[in-house]
């Protein structure tokens, strides 16, 4: 489980504070939510696979659209 801080993901359903659970079996697929770790912190965004490169993409409008992997 993971705490969740930040409002990046609001329009997902995911909030601040909010708990999720991870499942580490399920290998990541495009389109999933995801926990990642870029530059030593935790992120959860939604993995998308785009031109062949990797991108992590936030859900508020208020945040950049994607980050690249």
Known sequence: MVRIE???MIDA???DLN???VDR???PQPGHV????VDG???V???IRQANRW???CENPDYPATIPL
């Open 6 to 8: 930040g409002d990046s």
């Open 13 to 15: 359903g995911i909030h």
């Open 19 to 21: 708990v999720a659970i």
């Open 25 to 27: 079996s399920i290998d």
């Open 34 to 37: 995801v926990v990642a770790v």
């Open 41 to 43: 912190e935790f992120l």
């Open 45 to 47: 965004k939604r993995l």
């Open 55 to 57: 991108l992590l993409a």
